[in-house]
């Protein structure tokens, strides 16, 4: 049986090219045959000093995990991009207002995904693409807030992202943002938890190498909110981030936090010039 | 009946006589196993979707038993050889007796 599996590994390998196991799927994303996505880029922007090219977590997921993304049918996300559409057009709140009657159709915010989160200038503060929402609810449509993590924020960023998908992300980082960038960054090197692992160990050092049986990727949040095939559902930026500190054993930081809202920051800023790829499929 | 229960089906509209053409289906569906507990202990009660079946112009294509290990959201690939233009209806049939249909016709070009 050993002999036979390595057989059929050589056969693949001598196929596909691939120069071992670890590396990165070479492959490419075009969605439905027609949406062209950026899932690698030769060079990385020079303030990420770790990576000298980008990848897109697809890379790192089996060929049929792949295959999920390129139709828009068998991805599974799809089915919170519809179920948001449908809150979209329904009004909530003491406004009597629903997403529509400010935006129209939801592709008015396409190109909102690429640039979050951004610096909110009225308020003061960096703002993710749920705090934005939020905002929405609770001072235009006089509705409550909903939970970060809740469905039907979750589907709501899903398709906010769905309408931006191709469009390379942009987060700013100057400015305003540069403050939280730093404190994202200097969160990115350190080493949390019993098991002394910082986000670079994992994401930048091994990235392409297998941590017991999981394909590290680079860690990139592009193709955020994730359709996880291991707990079949969408899972929000903060909750991934949530997983990847409590793995190191740490007390993790919550779901919109300043904390990983500067991560948050951070992370986006290594992916810029990757395609939006949210509502994508992983493992 | 369970919530957000929305069938769907992808099927070519069109297709040369004889041949074979690849169908695909996704039901959203919670599939709750009956093998969980909430957080009080009490078991959540089992509800799945417990049969799926597709038939073209009245002539059975495939017919499916769907168990509980099933995870959510079902999907179904698989092929079919069609020979004349018709219909394809497809019958999923819940644990609390709700029945979803979708249909979806195909011509022979």
């Known amino acids: ?283 | 009946m369970a919530d957000n229960v929305k069938p769907r089906v992808k099927v070519p509209s069109k297709a040369s006589a004889g041949e074979v053409v690849t169908i695909k289906t996704l039901i959203s569906h919670p599939m709750e196993s009956g093998q969980r507990k909430d957080k009080d202990g009490n078991i959540i009660p089992r509800s799945i979707i417990n049969r799926f079946t597709c038939d073209f112009n009245g002539q059975n294509v495939i017919d499916v038993t769907l168990e509980p290990a099933i995870s959510t959201n079902p999907y179904f690939e698989f092929e079919a050889r069609v020979d004349q233009s018709g219909e394809f209806k497809f019958t999923w049939y819940d644990d609390d007796g709700s029945v979803y249909e979708e249909t979806k016709s195909i011509e022979i070009a």
Not at chain 1, 94 to 101: L, W
Not at chain 1, 259 to 280: D, K, Q
């Open chain 1, 1 to 283: 049986m050993k002999i036979r599996t390595l057989a059929g590994s050589v056969a693949l390998v001598a196929l596909t090219g691939m120069a071992t196991w670890a590396d990165p799927a070479e492959d490419k994303l075009v969605i439905n045959g027609e949406i062209e996505m950026i899932t690698h880029t030769e060079k990385a922007p020079d303030y990420i000093e770790g990576l000298s090219e980008q990848y897109s977590g697809w890379h790192f997921r089996d060929a049929d995990t792949r295959d999920m993304e390129r139709d828009d049918f068998d991805n599974p996300g799809m089915l919170a991009v519809d179920a948001a559409k449908e809150v979209w057009n329904t009004a909530d709140g003491t406004e009597g207002k629903s997403c529509a009657s400010c935006h129209g159709e939801p592709e008015s915010l396409r190109g909102v995904r690429a640039v979050m989160p951004k610096f909110n200038e009225a308020k003061g503060e960096m703002y993710t693409l749920e705090m934005y929402i939020n905002d929405c609810r609770t001072e235009r449509m006089g509705a409550e807030a909903w939970g970060w993590n809740d469905a039907d924020m979750v589907n709501m960023t899903a398709l906010i992202s769905y309408v931006s998908r191709g469009i390379p992300m942009n987060v700013a980082i100057d400015g305003p943002a540069a403050p939280y960038w730093e404190k994202g960054k200097e969160m990115y090197y350190t080493r949390y938890g019993q098991l002394e692992l910082s986000c670079a160990n994992c994401h930048e050092d091994n990235y392409g190498n297998y941590i017991r049986a999981d394909h590290l990727s680079q860690g990139q949040i592009n193709g955020f909110p994730t359709y996880r095939l291991k707990n079949a559902r969408l899972n929000s930026i903060h909750s991934r981030f949530k997983g990847c500190i409590r793995d190191t054993r740490a007390e993790t930081f919550k779901e919109g936090s300043p904390e990983f809202i500067a991560l948050e920051v951070y992370v986006a800023s290594r992916g810029n010039g990757l395609s939006v790829e949210g509502p994508s499929v992983r493992n």
